[in-house]
């Protein structure tokens, strides 16, 4: 149990271009959702707090109309990438955990977001 | 700012043998810790945690040992297996915060 899938898994995309990144909890709903973001042989990066119903709360230095996130339903949550520019380029990955538990301790495979 | 560090950047092992990977926090107020494995182009992969109020947990062929007074945190693989060959991350959280906050990773190399 406890799976998280994420979508698209690659993608490349132009400057200046939108890109949507979607994290869907599979087996369990999530009111609360986590999006990292990971630079080549670097940790992840907490970006933000994807709350279903509610704003996500931003980490200090994100900015939040850069990475506008929608948590519209306890299985969904979006990340879109506005405006995309090359230093955007990264690994995209997202958190869930079924409700009852906390820390958001199941992981997507990740999104490798390329701008060009 | 609270922060997760690793001692080690790189661990070769030969096949066989037991690996340790050590942690050390900050936060003292950290309450649940996390160990993740994470292989190329792939998300983390949850291996073992712990709470506070313990300072040792054990799965399979892993162990994690807590020790609150120095905050370090190590993680034990047994009988290392060229698939046990990955970036190993330390993560923590408290009950306040939620989300994790990930140590910098130590890439675990395992020599046949």
């Known amino acids: ?116 | 700012g609270e922060s997760v560090g690793l001692h080690l950047p790189t661990l070769s092992v030969q096949e066989g043998d037991n690996s340790i990977i050590n942690c050390a926090y900050s936060n003292s107020a950290s309450d649940y810790f996390i160990w993740y494995k994470q292989e190329s182009g792939k998300g983390p992969q949850f291996i073992i945690d712990i709470r506070s109020n313990m300072d040792k947990r054990q799965g399979q062929r892993v162990t994690v040992l807590l020790n609150k007074t120095v905050k370090h945190l190590s993680l034990q693989i047994a009988a290392t297996q060229p698939g046990d060959s990955a970036v190993y991350f330390c993560a923590e959280s408290d009950t306040g915060r939620r989300a994790l906050t990930f140590g910098s990773g130590t890439r675990l190399q395992v020599q046949p």
Request: charged share 15%.
């Open chain 1, 1 to 116: 149990g406890a799976v998280v899938s994420q979508h698209p898994s690659r993608v490349i995309c132009k400057s200046g271009t939108s890109v949507k990144i979607e994290c869907r909890s599979l087996d369990f709903q999530a009111t609360t959702m986590f999006w990292y973001r990971q630079f080549p042989k670097q940790s992840l990066m907490l970006m933000a707090t994807s709350n279903e119903g509610s704003k996500a709360t931003y980490e200090q230095g994100v900015e939040k109309d850069k990475f506008l996130i929608n948590h519209a339903s306890l299985t969904l949550s979006t990340l879109t990438v506005t405006s995309a520019h090359p230093e955007d380029s990264s690994f995209y990955i997202c958190s869930a955990s079924p409700q009852g538990l906390n820390y958001g301790y199941t992981f997507g495979s990740g999104t490798r977001l390329t701008v060009v």
